[in-house]
């Protein structure tokens, strides 16, 4: 079970996302059954930030001077409890994902969600550096949104 606590720095996601917690868990629970983690409870944070906050972590951690869409910081550090782990943190900037002003909010959801996958394949340690990583990366980004994409219709 994956437990997302959801933190919110900006209020323009309220008005582009309801129930932002609630929607994040529950998207959760569409996710493939490999990344369900159903004898475990796998807990993660998520801030929903903008372009002004994320660029200052980008610089601070990353020694990157600009904004970016999202970040991801795993947490590498072993767990007492085994059934019971820490993944990290995801952070996701309302500029990017609202980048075009007009979006509908189905068109905005799904956006958000598909960067969402995308930083939680992150904090299970996948990466895009090398090609091969890349694909690896895309293909199992498209598993998980093929078996999301019903929760967000």
Do not use: A
């Amino acid at each position: 079970m994956i437990i997302v606590n959801v933190l919110t720095e900006d209020k323009s996601w309220s008005k582009k996302l309801k129930k932002k917690e609630i929607f994040f868990n529950k998207l959760c629970k569409f996710f493939p059954k490999k990344f369900q983690f159903i004898n475990k409870k796998i807990y993660l944070t998520l801030l929903l930030s903008n372009n002004k906050s994320i660029k200052k972590l980008n610089k601070k951690f990353r020694n990157k001077n600009k904004h970016t869409d999202i970040l991801s910081f795993p947490f590498h550090q072993k767990s007492i409890k085994l059934n019971e782990v820490y993944l990290g943190d995801i952070i996701i900037s309302f500029n990017y994902m609202n980048k075009s002003k007009n979006l509908s909010t189905y068109d905005f959801k799904e956006k958000v969600v598909k960067i969402f996958i995308h930083g939680f394949l992150h904090l299970l340690d996948f990466d895009h550096i090398k090609k091969k990583d890349y694909i690896k990366m895309l293909n199992q980004e498209q598993k998980i949104f093929e078996s999301v994409q019903k929760f967000i219709n």
